[in-house]
């Protein structure tokens, strides 16, 4: 009986003692990553000295933005002096709603255009070309055009975080949808697809994790193009509040803006690839 | 012998370009309704392309081509191809890939649904439907591959070195597999392989090929009797056979070298 015990409780030990290190191992990955930044940020706070700013009262310390970013978040009691007072979360939601817009307009243009160019030689021949040229074109150098043509609209903004987001899910849609295995292809044929259904059925998954490569690299190009169309063609939002802020010399909510702007870019990242996991199942079980 | 299932009249198939290489010079071929039919022969012979044009997947430079008394113009699910490396979507689990032919032929569930269930038993997978096929060996991807055509009722069977690329072991029992299920089905098959006991194992007729440019050096009937298993491959008359065989190719090898 004590034998029986005994033997049985071993193989339920052995993982336990085998998870306890991985768990340490992935605590300590982590904690090497907050060596750098900690250090940085301690040291910048400690320059800044009694009077809270480096570089000759120019930058302030990190405690200094973090009480300015509370400001800007929260609002402050009595007189409402402060412009920035409480609106950190309403720029927020401007500069995300339009890279949203902007974003979405991309995917629903640029993946049927990619699949389109990288399956059929005539929409490549057609299209192709164009595509190349206007590729060139840097997202900033659309802005005096996009502000004549649109005004110091909303739309304006979602103008450019679209074209700029357009070239990376296109190109790398193209990619993709290029690349399907020719196997695949006579397989659906050869089982009756219809060319529709050739391209919806297997043009398009096969190309999905390509589509997905473009779209992390758009998305990144679309945070950058709302932060310089609000900076120019708009009057709100994080890159508006960031310019102004700097006319004003309020260099600590330039600097809380900036954290801000890369908190809103990571988060909604690692969104992408969260659906992305979601998505292509296949495509993770198969890289183990 | 039952009437013509496919029937090939002087085909010839050269891929053009700088250095037009001729694929295929020639070829006669008569296979009959429920015949299994091996072209067999080196890399190179030409085996594949004959066996893509049937397909449908390419168009012949010259010759004429028939199944059933119909020219093959372009892929069709009556011919179904199973490929050397399954090919299965890999995005679409076992389930999935097996219906993908009835559904996109516009089938409703209940006129395939219980066909793709049985055809996942004939091939030993129906406990493993939900899976995708990165989670498969190489032996059950191929056991879907062979499902996905059989659930469409093909007239005809084209498989291309189906078992080239599994281990010893896998190979041996896919072949038994494909026996018992052609013993069950009794349909007409076109088997490329470049191992003569495959060959011999699995076929009524075999067509040794010759490359450079592919033609059909010879034919020979295997009297081996059927229904056939693994035992097969040590009963009498089976090294004969492949005695008579491999003497031919090493002859047609020896004939081809540059002098």
Redo the contacts between chains.
């Keep these: 009986m004590t034998r029986g015990a005994a033997a049985a409780s071993q193989p339920a030990a052995a993982p336990r003692s085998a998870a306890a290190p991985a768990a340490e191992r992935r605590w300590s990955r982590v904690a090497l990553g907050w060596i750098l930044p900690v250090a940085v940020l301690l040291a910048w706070e400690l320059a800044g000295g009694s009077e809270g700013t480096v570089f000759h009262g120019i930058v302030p310390t990190p405690s200094k933005v973090v009480e300015a970013w509370k400001v800007w978040a929260f609002g402050e009691p009595g007189l409402g002096l402060n412009p920035y007072s409480g609106t950190w979360w309403s720029n927020v939601v401007f500069s995300t709603q339009r890279v949203a817009q902007g974003f979405g307009l991309a995917i629903l243009l640029g993946v049927p255009l990619g699949v389109l160019i990288g399956w059929s030689k005539l929409t490549a021949q057609l299209l192709d070309p164009s595509i190349q040229w206007l590729r060139p074109i840097p997202i900033t150098a659309w802005l005096p055009f996009s502000i004549a043509v649109f005004g110091i609209k909303d739309f304006g903004a979602i103008f450019l975080i679209a074209l700029g987001a357009l070239y990376p899910i296109v190109v790398n849609t193209t990619q993709g949808a290029r690349d399907v ?1 020719r ?2 292809v ?9 060319a529709n ?1 050739l391209l919806f ?2 043009v398009l ?2 190309a ?1 994790p390509s589509v997905f490569t473009g779209l992390r690299i758009g998305l990144g190009i679309a945070w950058t193009a709302v932060i310089v169309s609000e900076m120019v063609a708009v009057k709100s939002g994080l890159g508006y509040v960031l310019w102004d802020a700097y006319y004003v010399g309020r260099m600590d909510v330039v600097i809380a803006d900036m954290v801000s702007i890369g908190l809103a870019g990571y988060l909604s990242d690692r969104l992408i690839v969260f659906i992305e996991s979601r998505v ?4 993770r ?2 890289s183990h | 012998m039952g009437a013509a299932a496919i029937s090939i009249r002087g085909l010839d198939k050269v891929y053009g370009g700088a250095h037009p290489v001729e694929a295929l010079r020639g070829i006669d071929l008569e296979i009959a309704d429920g015949e299994f039919a091996a072209l067999l022969g080196p890399s190179g012979c030409g085996k594949s392309t004959l066996l893509n044009l049937l397909a449908g997947f390419e168009a012949p430079t010259g010759g004429s081509l028939a199944v059933y008394d119909a020219p093959v113009a372009q892929p069709g699910p009556e011919r179904g191809v199973v490929f050397q490396e399954a090919a299965l979507f890999p995005w679409l689990n076992v389930w999935e890939n097996v219906v993908f032919g009835p559904k996109v032929q516009g089938l409703a569930p209940r006129e395939y649904e219980e066909r793709a269930r049985e055809t996942l038993r004939l091939v030993g997978l129906d406990r493993f439907d939900r899976h995708l096929p990165v989670q498969l060996s190489g032996g059950m991807r191929q056991r879907v591959g062979i499902a996905r055509v059989l659930v469409m009722k093909p007239r005809v069977l084209l498989m291309d070195e189906p078992f080239g690329a599994l281990d010893a072991q896998t190979r041996l029992s896919m072949q038994q597999l494909l026996l018992d299920v052609w013993q069950k089905l009794k349909k007409t098959v076109v088997f490329v392989t470049h191992d003569i006991d495959e060959a011999i194992l699995l076929a009524d007729v075999i067509y040794v090929m010759s490359p450079r440019p592919g033609r059909i050096q010879s034919r020979y009937r295997v009297e081996m009797p059927r229904p056939r298993s693994l035992d097969t491959l040590t009963e009498a008359g089976f090294n004969e056979l492949k005695r008579a065989i491999m003497h031919q190719i090493r002859h047609d090898i020896a004939a081809d070298a540059p002098a």
């Design positions: 295995d196997n695949w006579r397989a659906a044929r050869m089982m009756g697809a219809n259904q059925r297997v998954p096969a999905l292509l199942t296949w495509r079980l198969q």
